[in-house]
Every structure is written in C-alpha cells, then in structure tokens.
C-alpha cells in the first residue's frame, strides 16, 4: 500500500476491515461512528484545501494497513501455530520440502 488511494477507497476498505473484525452489526459501533465522523470532517470541499487533509488521508491510509496487516497476521497465526509442535517431516512439507532418504529405504523421521 505504498501509494495513497482516494479517502472514498480508503474509507470503504477501513470499513470492510471493520465488518471483517465486527460482523454484520458493525454500523453500530463506536468505531464505525468515529470513523464516519472523521471523514466527514475531512473532507475537501471547493472553497477548503489545507495541509491537514493531507495528513489526515496519510493517517487513515495507514490505519488501513495496519488493520489488514493484523487480521492476515492473525490468519497466518491461527494456520500455522494451531497445531501445536510439528514433526520434522510435516514441518518440511509444510515449506515444500522432503527429508532425503538413506539408501537403505529409511528416512530422517523421529
């Protein structure tokens, strides 16, 4: 998310991150209403343009990221520590892996 996006795309997925944290009932919120508040405040109009809706846009642009950046953290967390300890071959796998084999037929298994 190097470059920023309109307030409009970075309001709408702010609030799609909300809905995935929240659920359906997300417009009832104190989060939903001070996030909605802000952008309204924000806003530019024709006769309004100041430094500090650039800064705002900047502050809520990486809020964005924050807030996805936790949940796909959170996802990767829940999928990869869940299980508790791995063997050596399931954690090989997991990467792609295989354990060599000796020529005898027996692998590096514990």
């Known amino acids: 998310m190097a470059a920023l996006s309109s307030p409009l795309r970075v309001c709408r997925g702010i609030l799609k991150e909300l809905r995935a944290i929240q659920g359906p009932d997300y417009k009832?919120?104190?989060?939903?209403?001070y996030?909605?508040?802000q952008f309204?405040?924000?806003?530019?109009?024709?006769?309004r343009y100041c430094r500090a809706q650039h800064e705002s846009n900047h502050d809520s642009h990486t809020y964005l990221c924050l807030l996805a950046s936790t949940r796909t953290h959170m996802a990767l967390h829940e999928l990869y520590h869940s299980k508790g300890e791995h063997s050596t071959k399931s954690a090989a796998a997991m990467v792609?892996?295989?354990l060599p084999t000796q020529p005898g037929g027996k692998g590096w298994e514990k």
């Open 28 to 33: 009832r919120s104190l989060a939903y209403n």
């Open 40 to 47: 309204r405040k924000n806003k530019v109009t024709g006769e």
């Open 35 to 37: 996030i909605m508040e």
């Open 96 to 98: 792609g892996l295989r």
